[in-house]
């Protein structure tokens, strides 16, 4: 099992800033990918940015040129750098830690989330 520990949500004006955190532990491996993903009342849970272990990036649309994932693989964390927040920005934010677990098999942990809430 991955344990992951994510901080750093909370409230903000529109055009704040915040940064969140998610530090990863226990069963890591070398080769994986960490990302965030949120979820606003009644919408489904998506992808916000993911980070590999080899430095590459994606991003959804309406994030790009705002936000900016980073990671430390000496500790196994990742950040996300969220710049010019919007209203439509908030959600509860989840931290995904994704690893191959067989052959062709990749697991996805998931930390319990942190609440980020853009007021306009």
């Known amino acids: 099992q991955v344990q992951l520990v994510e901080s750093g949500g909370g409230l903000v004006q529109a055009g704040g800033s915040l940064r969140l955190s998610c530090a990863a532990s226990?069963?890591?491996?070398?080769?994986?990918?960490m990302g965030w993903y949120r979820q606003a009342p009644g919408n489904q849970r998506e992808l916000v940015a993911n980070?590999?272990?080899?430095?590459?990036?994606n991003y959804v649309d309406s994030v790009k040129g705002r936000f900016t994932i980073s990671r430390d693989n000496a500790k196994n964390t990742v950040f996300l750098q969220m710049n010019s927040l919007k209203p439509e920005d908030t959600g509860r934010y989840y931290c995904?830690?994704?690893?191959?677990?067989?052959?062709?098999?990749?697991?996805?942990?998931w930390g319990q989330g942190t609440q980020v809430t853009v007021s306009s």
């Open positions: 226990g069963s890591t491996f070398s080769i994986n990918v």
């Open positions: 995904n830690y994704r690893r191959p677990t067989g052959a062709t098999i990749w697991s996805d942990y």
């Open positions: 980070i590999g272990s080899g430095g590459r990036t």
